[in-house]
């Protein structure tokens, strides 16, 4: 049993005490909200759950007032979260992508103008909000996706290089580049706007390729090319088999199952990652794309549970968060921001599981939410506890 867990249960057990207690005081006949938080919390604490049912009853709550200081960055295309529960985010400075970024062959327009000047990574204190540290500057010409691994060592992707990157902790060089620096392509050694990388516990990694190209490439720990997947070109709003229209993001489940953020499909596509049998590389594993899903953005895993983020452009479905059962395809839950989502961008949770952070691209700004049990929200949100 985790850390992280015998605190929720802790607190789940003295909740689960206070909230008797008021009730033993206050209540003449309990409301059937109760009574299912009541058991909610019983069977929690007998340890008779299972991953699903956790994964069904933690519901994301906005943290308000987070962070505590509001800054000054570009637009916030990507975050990922540290072992210490710190998000990194990687943010544009003053570069804005915009109809005149990238000609009709996907080539950036802007070179001349040079690097980002500003730290374009920034690590931020997960509790307060508080900038910690910043680097990342003069390197990065259109940043997207950042993904931190297993060793803390962090990957990011350029759309204007149609390159990836891999810094070890604490290095200003990259260790690792893949893809040719201003040149799309759709060889093996090219990318088109690459988004996202997903990297596995052994350091296999797969990268979303990407606007363009839509396809996913799969990479040796060392940067060797292994295999692709959905290379068939972009297939507009088709929606079906292996064929991507714009992947957007990887998430990684237990070194076993790759999950695409489909954009313009508006799916959530699972696949077997071939990590233990490279064979299975690419066997659908499940598909989500219902109403509430809309243009998926962000895609998110961490202890048992996924987690999406739509964006812009995904009516009829709200601009929202949504939990995913991604075994049996369902969205079991959907949550948002009080302050409403704009245009979110990008979606990460700690490797704890207890807190997810949204960036959004305008405006630039993070949302922090806590994953609390829906027993103990309940008991909480039940109007009768406050009198
Ligand atoms: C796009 O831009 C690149 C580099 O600036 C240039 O080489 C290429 O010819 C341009 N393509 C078109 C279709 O104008
Ligand atoms: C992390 O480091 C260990 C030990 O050097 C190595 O075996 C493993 O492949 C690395 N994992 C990643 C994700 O690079």
């Known amino acids: 049993m985790t850390m992280g867990f015998k605190r929720?249960?802790?607190?789940?057990?003295?909740?689960?005490?206070?909230?008797?207690?008021?009730?033993?005081?206050?209540?003449?006949?309990?409301?059937?909200?109760?009574q299912k938080a009541e058991e909610?919390?019983?069977?929690?604490?007998?340890?008779?759950?299972?991953?699903?049912?956790?994964?069904?009853?933690?519901?994301?709550e906005e943290v308000e007032g987070w962070p505590l200081e509001e800054y000054d960055l570009g637009q916030i295309s990507g975050v990922d979260v540290d072992r210490s529960g710190n998000p990194i985010i990687f943010h544009r400075g003053t570069v804005i992508w915009d109809a005149g970024s990238f000609n009709e062959t996907n080539h950036y327009q802007r070179q001349e103008e040079g690097p980002i000047e500003e730290d374009t990574m920034v690590v931020l204190d997960g509790k307060t909000g508080q900038m910690l540290a910043s680097w990342g500057g003069n390197l990065f010409y259109m940043p997207h996706g950042i993904t931190i691994d297993h060793n803390s060592s962090i990957w990011v992707t350029d759309v204007a290089l149609h390159q990836v990157f891999k810094f070890?902790?604490?290095?200003?060089?990259?260790?690792?580049?893949?893809?040719?620096?201003?040149?799309?392509?759709?060889?093996?050694?090219?990318?088109?706007?690459?988004?996202?990388?997903?990297?596995?516990?052994?350091?296999?990694?797969?990268?979303?390729?990407?606007?363009?190209?839509?396809?996913?490439m799969k990479y040796s720990k060392d940067?060797?090319?292994l295999a692709k997947y959905g290379d068939e070109g972009w297939i507009w709003m088709e929606g079906k088999g292996s064929a991507l229209a714009i992947p957007h993001s990887?998430?990684?489940?237990?070194?076993?199952?790759?999950?695409?953020?489909?954009?313009?499909?508006?799916r959530i596509l699972c696949i077997n990652a071939g990590l233990q049998n490279p064979q299975q590389f690419g066997q659908i594993v499940s598909v989500t794309n219902g109403v509430d899903v809309g243009r998926v953005f962000g895609i998110t895993y961490a202890k048992g549970r996924l987690y999406a983020v739509n964006g812009a452009g995904s009516s009829p479905a709200q601009t929202q968060g949504l939990t995913l059962d991604w075994k049996t395809s369902q969205v079991v839950d959907t949550w948002t921001s009080g302050r409403s989502f704009i245009s979110p961008h990008d979606i990460a949770v700690s490797p704890n599981g207890e807190a997810i952070f949204i960036s959004e691209i305008g405006p630039n700004r993070l949302t922090k939410f806590v994953v609390t049990p829906t027993a103990l929200s309940s008991l909480y949100d039940n109007s009768v506890y406050e009198q």
């Open 250 to 266: 990887l998430a990684l489940i237990e070194d076993e199952v790759l999950c695409i953020a489909d954009r313009e499909h508006r």
């Open 40 to 60: 909610n919390v019983k069977a929690l604490l007998k340890g008779q759950f299972d991953e699903k049912t956790m994964g069904d009853m933690f519901h994301p």
């Open 8 to 34: 929720i249960l802790s607190s789940l057990t003295l909740n689960y005490l206070v909230a008797t207690w008021t009730c033993s005081l206050i209540c003449s006949g309990a409301s059937t909200q109760f």
């Open 168 to 216: 070890t902790p604490g290095a200003d060089k990259p260790e690792l580049t893949i893809g040719k620096a201003f040149q799309p392509g759709t060889s093996n050694e090219h990318f088109c706007k690459p988004t996202d990388v997903a990297v596995s516990k052994s350091g296999v990694f797969f990268v979303a390729d990407g606007y363009c190209n839509s396809r996913i």
């Open 223 to 225: 940067g060797k090319f």
